[in-house]
T-cell receptor, first 109, second 113 residues
Framework: SQQGEEDPQALSIQEGENATMNCSYK?????LQWYRQNSGRGLVHLIL?????REKHSGRLRVTLDTSKKSSSLLITASRAADTASYFC?????????FGQGTRLTINP | DGGITQSPKYLFRKEGQNVTLSCEQN?????MYWYRQDPGQGLRLIYY???????QKGDIAEGYSVSREKKESFPLTVTSAQKNPTAFYLC????????????FGPGTRLTVL
């Protein structure tokens, strides 16, 4: 299966700290995407990194991709209470996106 | 405003009844998708459609049916053959370039009593 596996399943940190979430997958991909989901809501796209890219930034987000290890990480710097949500990685091969089970991030004020 | 709408937000049905979930988009996107999400889990693909009048089964299509008669609309029917239909259902769309981000609707929470 191409499905991403995320680690940790849950993460709780203090406001202002950095949060790092990891994603591993099994087969070759075209790109890897990160999404955010607030409780009971739809997903919001955060960032897409293509298989030939190693690092990408967007605001307080930094994503890395290591295709040799089939892994990616999402770093959120200077976390805020509003960052509390579930974060999903999704890998895309030929067509479909395949989602991981997510990391539930809680930012404590 | 451009976006994807799903209705209703909450849906209750008795066991054995078919139910249809609505998904509409005004983003002029070609491809549309239906996902199922169970508590604490990721998304699983039910069906997807890349063009009007064409759709493909995803990973968990059994017990579901779809149609794509219009570019803007991709309704999902949860049939009585679906053994465990209670879940959160999400619709998404993406533009012509399939290697791109997906835009999601707000979801429909279906509870079968």
């Amino acid at each position: 299966s191409q499905q991403g596996e995320e680690d940790p399943q849950a993460l709780s940190i203090q406001e202002g700290e950095n949060a790092t979430m990891n994603c591993s997958y099994k087969t070759s991909i075209n790109n890897l995407q990160w999404y955010r989901q607030n409780s009971g809501r739809g997903l919001v796209h955060l960032i897409l990194i293509r298989s030939n890219e190693r690092e990408k930034h967007s605001g307080r987000l930094r994503v890395t991709l290591d295709t040799s290890k089939k892994s990616s990480s999402l770093l959120i710097t200077a976390s805020r209470a509003a960052d509390t949500a579930s974060y999903f990685c999704a890998t895309q091969g030929a067509q479909k996106l395949v989602f991981g089970q997510g990391t539930r991030l809680t930012i404590n004020p | 405003d451009g976006g994807i709408t799903q209705s209703p937000k909450y849906l209750f049905r008795k066991e054995g009844q078919n139910v249809t979930l609505s998904c509409e988009q005004n983003l002029n996107h070609d491809a549309m998708y239906w996902y199922r999400q169970d508590p604490g889990q990721g998304l699983r693909l039910i069906y997807y459609s890349q063009i009007v009048n064409d759709f493909q089964k995803g990973d968990i299509a059994e017990g579901y049916s779809v149609s794509r008669e219009k570019k803007e609309s991709f309704p999902l029917t949860v049939t009585s053959a679906q053994k465990n239909p209670t879940a959160f259902y999400l619709c998404a769309s993406t533009g012509t370039e399939i290697y791109n981000e997906q835009f999601f609707g707000p979801g429909t929470r279906l509870t079968v009593l």
